[in-house]
């Protein structure tokens, strides 16, 4: 309704093009010079608005799903590409897997730098940390699978209400199937395509770092854990007092091998296939109780936010392949 309202402001011309080429507001607010001053004004409150409600769907911009096999399957009557054949998570195996061959390694690059501001927040399906860094700075990725060079957008992570599972992704081995605490989601795109929005849907648009992360008995110094407490109830945000607290490089180090690396999509709705995973073998460490904090989040209905991650799917024949 907004962006009919918004359509209607605009002259002829620049409504029809705005409409063909719409993905956001970006373009239509850069598009809008020769309407009037009086039309100017009304847009300018309508985008803000429409802005805020943009802002509250943070990563993912389905207005509603829910986890576990029953509430799944019905992602795909909303979102068709949620019942394609190239689906995340899925399950990784060293005993399967082939040999990746790098032309060059992965490569993270300004992942080193302090931020200068880190925001949390509870969007009710996920813990969601966006940076800022010095000057402008872009965390980049490249080399390794990727075919191009990697804009860092976010990190995100899925959890469980127990230490037995949490994590998306799992690990098979002669021991059995292994499932983490918890995993962290480092979200890419492409950048030749300009913004996460944008690149979201094309091929070859999205890059996500996985990393697990095991219990232990050993309290890891996390400082950007305890201002979750910040954000429990779902819909809120918390910029940190102290950004340095979170220095990605200073949390995942700097090795990335070995790897798993395989094509795959979003693991929630849209479900986008664009995705380029690459999740690291080696766990880090988490103590219960730093667990527990996350466990300590909301969902919009007051119950506990747990337990958010996809089922497993087919994997299909799809290749995968260990970067050692």
């Not at 730098?113 to 949390?120: A, H, I, K, R, S």
């Not at 996920?126 to 940076?131: D, G, H, S, T």
């Not at 798993?260 to 664009?274: D, I, Q, V």
Request: some cysteine; glycine content about 8%.
């Amino acid at each position: 309704i907004v962006i009919f309202f918004v359509l209607s402001l605009l002259p002829k011309g620049v409504a029809k093009n705005c409409f063909n080429k719409y993905r956001g507001l970006e373009w239509c607010t850069k598009s809008v010079r020769s309407v009037t001053k009086f039309r100017m004004k009304v847009l300018t409150v309508v985008l803000v608005v429409s802005l805020g409600l943009a802002a509250s769907q943070v990563f993912s911009d389905e207005p509603d799903f829910s986890y576990g096999p029953n509430a799944e399957s019905e992602w795909g009557n909303a979102y068709p590409e949620c019942n394609g054949t190239m689906q995340s998570p899925i399950p990784l195996s060293a005993m399967t897997a082939r040999p990746g061959l790098e032309a060059q390694p992965l490569e993270l690059t300004n992942y080193q730098l302090d931020p200068t501001q880190v925001t949390v927040i509870n969007d009710g399906k996920l813990a969601i940390y966006r940076f800022q860094f010095p000057d402008g700075a872009n965390v980049t990725a490249r080399g390794g699978p990727l075919q191009g060079i990697f804009q860092f957008d976010s990190l995100h992570f899925h959890w469980g209400a127990a230490s037995n599972r949490g994590s998306e992704h799992v690990i098979d081995s002669f021991m059995g199937r292994k499932r983490y605490a918890m995993e962290m989601h480092l979200v890419f795109f492409n950048q030749q395509y300009g913004s996460l929005d944008n690149a979201a849907p094309l091929e070859n648009g999205l890059a996500v770092l996985g990393i697990f992360f095991t219990n232990s008995t050993e309290q890891p110094d996390y400082g950007w854990i305890p201002p979750l407490n910040e954000v429990q109830t779902a819909g809120t945000d918390y910029v940190l007092p102290d950004p340095t607290v979170f220095n990605i490089k200073g949390l995942i180090g700097a090795r990335r091998r070995p790897y798993f690396s395989y094509h795959g999509s979003l693991t929630t709705p849209p479900c986008y296939e664009t995705v380029t995973w690459m999740v690291q073998r080696k766990p880090l460490p988490i103590s219960e109780a730093q667990l527990d904090t996350f466990r300590m989040l909301r969902m919009p209905n007051g119950e506990p936010l747990v337990d958010n991650f996809r089922t497993l799917q087919d994997v299909n024949d799809r290749p995968i392949f260990l970067y050692r």
